[in-house]
């Protein structure tokens, strides 16, 4: 008797498990935030944002910094497990400006909880590979520090993007379906060409959690500019419309422009505050080694 009411005890924790990971595994893949090419102007405009003497050993890495920049949305597509990685959802389970999850996050530096993956964690892979860019820094382990900073950089950079901050990141409870995509690739490989990223200078960031949340929030409260862009454009005709692009583009460019631009601050600050935890180590002042891992080699040195 006592068997049967153990298994039935434990019965609802298992189904828990199994929701949550069918929640998980069936929840379409992050988007590729910014897309490629997005990700890649971040790396490129980071490292050039970055002060000396850290700016030229990472100039030396550069061709690999930007080239890997999308290798976590190649893992995403291979491995549910890594999708969660890539957004947090900051209206999931907490109202602005999201008390419980600063006190959770912030305050008491508490790690998420088993439930909570299914709103996503990027804020804590931020500081995860940041502080394993410090330690790979510390120890003088050059690869294992490029893949680190590719990571940091990636998940860094997916937090500008607003539509990686809420419930509604596909405008699938607005009747918006598809602006994800139109948001964060369409707009940014239409445009890109034309753009310069202007970036703060790289600082140390002494409260690494402290600033992770506040660039979170600060993403969340750029959400409804994109839903609203995408709503005027299309009012009066379809997304097929041309006339649709050059509208949506027209509003909704200079807030892209603008938190790519954040990205590239925020990516080369966190780069600069791992070197300074790491203890500002001496660095190698180009890399002879030729950077030439392939995507799988990558994932199975993680």
């Not at 909570?116 to 931020?126: A, F, K, P, T």
């Not at 502080?131 to 382990?141: F, I, K, V």
């Not at 590719?150 to 997916?158: E, G, K």
Request: proline share 6%; with cysteine; net charge neutral.
């Amino acid at each position: 008797m006592k068997t049967k009411e153990c298994a039935s005890e434990k019965l609802p924790w298992l189904r828990t498990v199994v929701l949550l990971l069918l929640a998980i595994a069936c929840r379409p893949e992050p988007g590729l935030a910014w897309g490629d090419r997005g990700h890649k102007l971040v790396n490129a405009a980071a490292v050039d944002n970055l002060p000396e003497p850290i700016r030229s050993y990472f100039e030396a890495r550069k061709v690999y910094l930007v080239e890997h920049a999308s290798d976590p949305d190649q893992l995403a597509h291979d491995d549910a497990a890594e999708r969660p990685h890539h957004y947090t959802d900051m209206d999931a389970d907490d109202t602005y400006p999201f008390p419980n999850l600063r006190r959770q996050f912030v305050l008491e530096r508490a790690a998420p909880m088993f439930w909570q993956l299914r709103n996503g964690d990027s804020l804590w892979q931020i500081e995860r590979f940041t502080l394993r860019l410090a330690d790979s820094l510390q120890h003088r382990r050059w690869q294992a520090a490029d893949q680190d900073a590719v990571f940091a950089a990636h998940y860094a950079t997916d937090l500008t993007q607003p539509l990686h901050t809420v419930k509604n990141y596909d405008g699938q409870l607005t009747g918006q379906k598809g602006v994800h995509a139109r948001f964060e690739t369409d707009l940014v490989n239409a445009l890109a060409d034309g753009w310069r990223l202007e970036a703060q200078p790289a600082i140390f960031l002494p409260d690494l959690r402290g600033r992770i949340f506040e660039e979170a929030v600060r993403s969340f409260n750029c959400r409804n500019l994109v839903f609203a862009s995408d709503r005027i454009a299309v009012s009066g005709r379809t997304y097929l419309d041309p006339q649709y692009s050059a509208v949506f583009y027209k509003l909704a460019a200079p807030l892209a422009l603008k938190q790519l631009s954040d990205a590239a601050s925020f990516v080369s600050s966190l780069w600069y505050t791992a070197w300074v935890r790491a203890g500002k180590p001496a660095l190698p002042g180009h890399s002879g080694a030729s950077h030439l891992e392939s995507s799988a080699d990558l994932q199975s040195q993680r």
